[in-house]
């Protein structure tokens, strides 16, 4: 009775085609003039180099993935190529899982540039799978990304099964098994040679496999072969590993043609505030201090810390406090990266409200003095505080201060 009871398996799969491009384009500002320049990212090594992804103005010119960069040149002269970073790449994807991790506890990296979400328990955490959904859409296409994405009863599955798009409903278990089954094997993640033999014997679907015995597909094709297709319908767990959030958070942007004065940081700088509240939540944490690194074209790189009077997790006020700071700082003329690093993080307080003062009173006085200390400076603030140790040696010393 209980195995009937069970829940069955739901995997979501999102893929971000453009990853390599949007890593190296999403910390500018959106304007018109950057939506309709022609862009693309190169593969960093080979000869002759190839376009590895670009955006929809480069591919109404005619570009498209592999090819090979003189050719890509000669049909659009205006385009403005960009090498490939796979450590902005990683960033990215790590702001992305945290964003993902709010809304499901298993969630697992793809380095092809994906991720997956385990979503059958997650189903009453925003009153059904719809809103969680347009929840998850909205978070993650902050700003808007380029997404496939498919559902599946295991990781294998819902990544075969994948189409462009962020899909908000979910089909049924019946809707599922007739896609997967109707399939084309040539999605699935097999070797070339397997896929030859596969067509040889006249198989064009995952129908077609799953139609055959299982002795039959062991002698024919191996014992790995079908654990695959057990992984694909779900009748082997996934055991590929499960995101855990770091202990610390460390992030960072490039800019390649350099930011020039210190308004122009604000947006990127705004964009990693938003990545590390991101990561608090995921945490449940508050940060305490956070250091700020802005690493010139030519030159030394300058850093900068904020210190919290009390724990923060919001960006906005994050921003604030570190635009202050920023304005009392000499920086050199082009900045193209800007580091964010925060160690000191603590267990995000409960909503046990303050006797005296209340939660918001003591927020509001935490923020005042993080203001001043951002404008003015550590030194210019300071405090009475008890002498504890004097107190402690000699008793009759606060009847001596009346």
């Not at 320049?37 to 955006?55: K, Q, S």
């Not at 809103?131 to 296409?141: K, S, V």
């Not at 304005?327 to 909503?351: F, K, N, V, Y």
Request: aromatic share 6%; with cysteine; charged share 20%.
């Amino acid at each position: 009775m209980a195995a009937s009871l069970k829940r069955p398996n739901l995997w979501l799969y999102l893929q971000f085609p453009l990853l390599p491009l949007e890593a190296l384009t999403r910390a500018e500002p959106d304007t018109d003039q950057t939506a309709a320049a022609p862009r693309a990212v190169i593969t960093a090594r080979g000869n002759p180099r190839r376009v590895l992804c670009c955006n929809l103005a480069a591919e109404q010119c005619g570009l498209e993935a592999e090819m090979v960069l003189p050719t890509a040149l000669a049909i659009c002269p205006e385009l403005r190529t960009l090498p490939r970073q796979t450590d902005s790449e990683q960033a990215l994807l790590q702001h992305l899982v945290l964003v993902a991790y709010r809304f499901s506890p298993e969630v697992i990296i793809d380095q092809a540039g994906g991720l997956w979400l385990e979503l059958s328990g997650c189903e009453k955490l925003l009153g059904g799978f719809t809103p969680l959904l347009q929840a998850l859409d909205q978070a993650i296409n902050q700003p808007p990304l380029a997404i496939a994405s498919g559902f599946g009863v295991s990781p294998e599955a819902a990544r075969l099964l994948s189409r462009p798009g962020f899909q908000t409903r979910v089909p049924g278990p019946e809707i599922l098994r007739r896609q997967l089954a109707a399939a084309p094997l040539a999605k699935l993640d097999t070797s070339v040679r397997k896929q030859a033999d596969l067509a040889k014997l006249g198989f064009d679907t995952v129908g077609d496999l799953l139609a055959l015995p299982n002795k039959v597909l062991g002698r024919r094709f191996g014992a790995a072969f079908l654990e695959q297709l057990a992984r694909l319908t779900g009748r082997q767990p996934c055991r590929w590993p499960r995101f855990q959030p770091p202990s610390y958070f460390e992030d960072s942007l490039q800019h390649p043609d350099g930011i020039q004065n210190k308004e122009g940081l604000l947006f990127p700088m705004k964009a990693l505030l938003q990545r590390f509240c991101h990561y608090l939540m995921a945490r449940q944490c508050h940060c305490q201090a956070m250091q700020w690194g802005f690493e010139p074209l030519l030159g030394e790189p300058v850093t900068i810390t904020v210190q919290l009077t009390s724990g923060q997790n919001r960006w906005s006020s994050l921003l604030a406090i570190s635009r202050l700071q920023l304005e009392r700082l000499a920086l050199p003329g082009s900045i193209e990266m800007i580091r964010l690093t925060s160690r000191q993080l603590a267990p995000a307080p409960g909503d046990t409200p303050d006797l005296f003062s209340g939660a918001d009173g003591q927020r509001n006085d935490s923020e005042l003095l993080d203001t001043l200390r951002a404008r003015l400076g550590v030194e210019a603030l300071s405090q009475p505080v008890l002498n504890l140790i004097r107190i402690k040696a000699d008793p009759n010393y606060l009847e001596q201060l009346n």
